[in-house]
Structure formats: C-alpha cells, structure tokens
C-alpha cells in the first residue's frame, strides 16, 4: 500500500512539473514573438516619423526596442509632440499586433507537454521493464540454484548424492595429504528384510529413519554423510583415527532400536581408515572400504569390518 501511494505521489509530481515546464516554454515563447513583433513596429513608427517631421537633432533611436523607449528618444524634439508620437503610432502598433504569439505559442506548449508526457511514459515504461527483467534474473538465478541443488542432493533424505559423494572423497582425500591427517570412510549397506508383507514403501521409510540416526550421531562439521545406492551410504570422517569402529558401533545400535514394520532394523559397516601418502586416493580409498564392507555383508547382518592403517605403517619421508 505504501508502495502504491508513493508511486501515485511521484506520479502526481511529475504531471505537475510537465505542466509548469509546458506553461513556461509557452510564455517565453509569447514573449518573444511579441517583442519581435514590437521592434518591427518601432521600426515602422520610426520610419513615419522621419518622413513626416523634420528631425534636424540627431537623435538617439537606433538602440530603442519598445514604443516607450522609442519616445523617450524623441522626447527632446520640439517638432513632435507626445499626442502626436502616439497617434501617429498607435495604428501601427495596432496593424503590428497578431495572434500569430499566441498560436506559435499554444502550438509549441503542446507540443511540449506532450513530448514531455511521452518521455514520462517511456521512462516509466523503461522502468517496468527493468523490474520485470530483474524479476525474471532473479527468477533464473534461483531456478539455476535449484537445479544446481538438486543435482548434488538425495530427493528422498536430502544428503548428497553418489554423484557429489564421489567429488568430496576426491576433495578429502588430496586435503588429507596436503594437511598430513589420516582420513576414514565408511560404507553402511541397510541390511535386508525378507518378509513378503511390508509395504512396498518399507524401504523409503526404513531410508528416512536411517539418516535421521546418521545425521544424529555424525556432528562434526568436517564429516560428510552421503546416500551412494537404494539402501547404500557413506560417511566421510577427516582426521579420524582409531574411534572410527566405535563410532560404527554407536551407529549399529541406533539404529538397532528402530523398530518399523513389527520389525528390527540393522546395518553393516565396513570401514577403511588410510594415512596421509601418495597411495591416499579415492580409488584406493572407496577399494578397502567396499572389501571391508563386503566382508561385513558376508558374515550376516550388523557386522562391522574394518581396515585401520596405523601411522607406523607410513614412513615419513623428509627432503630438501
């Protein structure tokens, strides 16, 4: 609303100052039609009094603009008298005297408020689209935003994906051996449920009461919680050692209490802590920990396997 009234008062302000500015162009331009007007009928007057009157004194005129001026400077002349200047000069003032001013005065003030009406018009016309260009700038940037979201996020869990899940293990695993800490990763597999009755969105409800345990126990701001698969997820914990297999236990036994279905639910782990060295990659990485995983799966339900690489294992090697 206050927007609105704003609007309508700089509305308001510009229709005023189009029509002083119009009433302004056209009185200048009376004026001086008029007084060109005037100067040819001073020329005029001065030419009838020459030929009628005897002007032996010289006098004064060339500069006289105005009837007024004009007789201020045959004043001094005995030979004309003032009734005289005037009667000789009021026909020719009169003759002199159109409406021409007022018509090239009317038609250009018009001309003016309507020019000036069309530039008012054009500039806010200018000023709509911008905004609605804005408008749809900021409509594209969030709808790129959006997109650009949904291309790294889970739509079911909203952790990222397998997709960004493979760019960040790339990220930590250069950042581990840049800043020489170990890195663990963790692959958790949902162990299955064989009971022919569960509804066929067990999985996604099972999924959802997952993540919620994970996004629970995992609070450091450095660790990465991932969906990599249908009932797959991965767990990037930086500089973390030796209580990565009790951080798994932790997670078994959360999830150990969810109960869904009439039935129990359970994970296995497998885990794969490296230290910082050249063999410190992704593919490596991701390799032990699919193994340690697959162990896991092999060994029957909430088991957890683990390859800890310790720092003895890892020489450290300075040179010049």
Request: net charge negative.
């Amino acid at each position: 609303m206050i927007g609105i009234r704003q609007t309508e008062g700089h509305k308001t302000i510009m229709i005023m100052i189009i029509l002083v500015a119009s009433i302004i162009v056209s009185v200048a331009l009376f004026l001086s039609v008029r007084s060109y007007e005037e100067r040819g009928a001073v020329q005029a007057i001065r030419q009838a009094i020459e030929q009628r009157f005897d002007m032996t004194d010289a006098v004064p005129v060339s500069k006289a603009t105005d009837i007024e001026a004009l007789w201020s400077a045959y004043q001094p002349q005995t030979e004309l008298t003032e009734a005289d200047f005037y009667r000789l000069a009021d026909p020719i003032i009169v003759s002199y005297r159109t409406s021409l001013p007022f018509l090239i005065a009317l038609l250009v003030g018009g001309l003016t408020l309507v020019t000036l009406s069309l530039a008012m018009h054009m500039r806010r016309q200018a000023g709509g689209y911008q905004k609605i260009i804005a408008d749809q700038e900021a409509a594209l940037k969030q709808s790129q935003e959006k997109l650009a979201s949904m291309m790294i996020v889970d739509e079911l869990t909203g952790l990222s994906n397998g997709q960004h899940f493979n760019e960040v293990l790339t990220m930590e695993c250069g950042r581990a051996v840049r800043e020489f800490n170990p890195l663990t990763l963790m692959l958790i597999a949902i162990d299955s449920v064989s009971e022919p009755s569960l509804e066929d969105d067990f999985n996604d409800q099972q999924v959802c009461r997952i993540t919620q345990v994970l996004e629970r126990v995992i609070s450091r701001p450095g660790d990465r919680v991932a969906r990599i698969g249908a009932s797959r997820f991965a767990l990037i914990l930086p500089a973390t050692n030796e209580q990565s297999p009790m951080l798994a236990n932790r997670l078994c036994e959360e999830v150990q209490k969810i109960e869904l279905a009439g039935q129990r639910l359970s994970i296995s782990i497998g885990i794969s802590t490296m230290q910082p060295s050249a063999s410190l990659n992704a593919e490596n990485i991701l390799a032990q920990t699919q193994a340690a995983l697959t162990e896991a799966l092999q060994n029957g339900s909430g088991q957890i396997r683990a390859s800890i690489q310790g720092t003895q294992e890892v020489p450290l090697i300075i040179s010049n």
